[in-house]
């Protein structure tokens, strides 16, 4: 396993170009570390900047910090990086986060210049995560470099989902999104260009890391192919890996390769062999987050036979459409046991199928019977209620419905709900989901993810069985 | 064409089955006809309550009431609905909304119940929106009998798009859905188990009605296939169709039945059929508001040809895989003169391809630079910037870039924008959808709608050439 502790939990860091200039990188990625609530020591270095900068003294150089530094952040014009990690090897930095951009991305030029300053690391025994990047988050430490404004972006709480992403951007589309779904992160990595520390680095770090439980990863093209099936292999039994691969296309390989300077492979031979390696392929951000969000907040499903149930069955008959179309999920046939069960806790205007249908006159007390008939049927894997909260007699007992949801969700079997609305809705989901339960917001995404999951567990059965 | 003003601006309105009790149906009818603002005569029909309710006074029946009725708003149980039609027909009611369930959808006996209903009608002239439907919304009349209550489903503005649909919670997801992207809507119309009024009722309407320019749909089961084709084809190039299908498959179409008592029909025939009527037909809610929106937002694309500037790549190089993959689409190649354009207003660290790489250094005056520059470009039909809101530089000139936004798209060209993101990106884009700009959260569903915009216009342009 790869050491990249000092990245995540660094007893000092240097910002080397820092700046009093809001807007500009140097100052906002020291405006985030003190916001965050670091706790180590944090060094400004300006040639141009007095300072102190939000409080701190600032040095010239890193060779006049008077203590030890683990890590360096450097926010300077790409040119300067091969001097700059030459002091940084002279002072012993373990490790260093190239922001700046400026390398391989623009062409020949830019490429031989991260070619030296990678070889100047190197002799110096420096590792290097970007250039062109976001640089990391570490809950646990406190401790986040981004150049995005807290305004402008949330940071997610601590949690056990682990982030590598070559994009920034997507990198910031899934702290949102894991923000605003109360998924937690462990560590996250933006590495850009991934002069050094690359999927390799980082798929080995998150087996070993005790706080990453799920792994999601971006990526446009991978430093070792080989490799890396070989280790998602050993990895994706133990904990998942979830992919969101850019550039399967000759179109958006070209995009790519102007991008971060990846060239991207075979989209065909690419995905059989993600697949043969356990790892969960995905197309977009939406797909990702709801993956994961299942994976983080409930247990393996044992197979793929949903439930619904709902106060609203419209987008219950697409879901049944897409659970068609899908290749591993199926309706659940329910019990006579099961039927007498609804049947003696609703009223008989009810429709007691697979959706069962507790009309737009349902409250919360009749989803809890619903609920709880589905929960005990052996013949159900996954219980999938559609909430309509806009519906009077349910938006009069939501205090009722989230008691109620608390205890069904207990089971052991796999819970994920779906609504779909405004402001009340959101914060009906935003209820549910700080209590562990996923919600997705359409019939279309939520059968996608949940096929992800069950195609998962699968793999993971036949993998330990064998 | 189908006289139905009497349901969208009726000049008196009673509610039988009214209710002093907030939760019930035939309270909250009456609670959303209030708040509304609906300004023609309101007659609560009770025998249980006196009232007044909500300051309105209660007649015993339709019958005590002096003046004239064109609508009225049923609420009680079935079984009384052949009682109370004859009563209506008495009054010389001219459309009655049957909001409760208990009909067709229960089976044999709910069947016969409806056939009666309807039987009553027929013979007094009288037309029954539902039953088991949640009834029209009249924005110009402020008119809406939803029991959905307005602190848990906001209402759109008027504007431009007519919506009918089978499922009330599909008109629910849309009603919340268009409020929440600076949609308006014309009128709307949840028709349940279309005893009476359907879509072809409906899509007769919308072809005359003058504030309807664009119409959106959710089906299980038609009427009259192939009367629906014959309208569909000469009303969808004067205005587009954009249709939900829900039972595309044996075991959808089976969960529709137990709802709405539709039966749906074959899959594959019927899109092959709604494709050559001109309906551009979708899979889920998200696809039906992205392509209305950018439809309701802009103007039709002169072709498929896509330009992408960005302050972060990453979504564009998914975006271009995703258009590889589609049929009608392709990244525009831009002309020298454009190259020539933005590389004398941008910094030589920009990457000039397409997409057009402005870095994550972008302030806006850089997007200003590139829109501009691709508007130029007469290869290019549809302009799709993808904004980083999160980054400090735009957002530290976010003023400057909501200017800069309004001017660019006083252009000709068709203009769709992608961004992601939490509480801040949600101010910025409903900024830029007030200002009739459309933004779609991720690439894949930005590529899904713009191909089906593209599709629709070359349809027109097809039958306009024939």
């Not at 949102?176 to 690359?198: A, I, L, T």
């Not at 990895?235 to 179109?251: D, E, H, N, Q, W």
């Not at 068609?324 to 003696?344: G, I, M, P, R």
């Not at 009340?424 to 996608?448: D, F, M, W």
Request: hydrophobic share 40%; glycine share 10%; aromatic share 8%.
């Amino acid at each position: 396993m790869a050491d990249l502790d000092f990245f995540f939990k660094p007893r000092s860091i240097a910002i080397i170009g820092a700046s009093e200039t809001p807007g500009r990188i140097g100052y906002q990625v020291l405006s985030s570390i003190k916001e965050g609530g670091y706790e180590g020591d944090v060094f400004p270095i300006s040639i141009k900047n007095k300072g102190p900068i939000l409080g701190f003294e600032v040095y010239k150089s890193i060779l006049d910090v008077p203590s030890p530094i683990d890590l360096a952040i450097f926010a300077l014009s790409a040119q300067h990086a091969p001097e700059i990690l030459k002091q940084c090897g002279k002072k012993n930095v373990k490790g260093v986060i190239i922001i700046s951009g400026g390398f391989k991305e623009l062409g020949a030029e830019g490429r031989k210049l991260e070619g030296q300053m990678v070889e100047v690391a190197q002799k110096h025994n420096i590792r290097i995560i970007g250039p062109n990047c976001m640089g990391v988050l570490s809950p646990k430490a406190k401790l986040d470099t981004f150049f995005q404004p807290r305004y402008a972006m949330t940071r997610p709480k601590a949690g056990i989902v682990g982030v590598a992403t070559q994009s920034g951007t997507f990198g910031i589309s899934m702290l949102e999104c894991f923000s605003h779904n109360e998924v937690g992160m462990s560590k996250f990595v933006s590495y850009g260009n991934m002069s050094d520390v690359d999927e390799l680095d980082m798929l080995e770090f998150f087996e070993e890391d005790p706080e990453t439980k799920i792994i999601a990863i971006y990526v446009e093209g991978l430093t070792d192919g080989r490799r890396f099936m070989e280790l998602a292999r050993r990895v994706s039994v133990k904990k998942p890996i979830v992919m969101l691969k850019g550039g399967r296309t000759a179109t958006g390989s070209k995009a790519a390769a102007s991008h971060t300077g990846s060239l991207a492979g075979n989209d065909t031979v690419f995905s059989a062999a993600m697949k043969q390696s356990g790892v969960v392929l995905v197309d977009d951000i939406d797909e990702l987050l709801d993956t994961v969000k299942i994976l983080a907040k409930q247990p393996l499903p044992l197979g793929g036979a949903v439930a619904m149930v709902t106060n609203g069955v419209g987008p219950c008959v697409v879901a049944a459409d897409e659970i068609a179309d899908s290749k591993n999920l199926s309706l659940a046939e329910l019990s006579e046991e099961t039927f007498s069960h609804l049947q003696s806790c609703l009223p008989p205007f009810c429709i007691f199928s697979n959706p069962v249908d507790i009309t737009g006159s349902a409250k919360a007390s009749w989803f809890g019977c619903g609920l709880e008939a589905l929960n005990g049927d052996n013949s159900v894997d996954i219980i999938m209620p559609f909430f309509v909260f806009q519906d009077a007699p349910l938006a009069e007992t939501i205090d009722e419905f989230h008691e109620i949801m608390k205890k069904v969700n207990e089971s052991q079997k796999t819970m994920l709900c779906v609504a779909f609305g405004g402001e009340y809705t959101r914060k009906q989901v935003n209820k549910l989901q700080e209590n562990g339960i996923p919600v997705i917001p359409t019939s279309k995404r939520a059968v996608l993810a949940l096929s992800n999951v069950v195609w998962y567990a699968e793999y993971v059965r036949n993998r330990k069985s064998q």
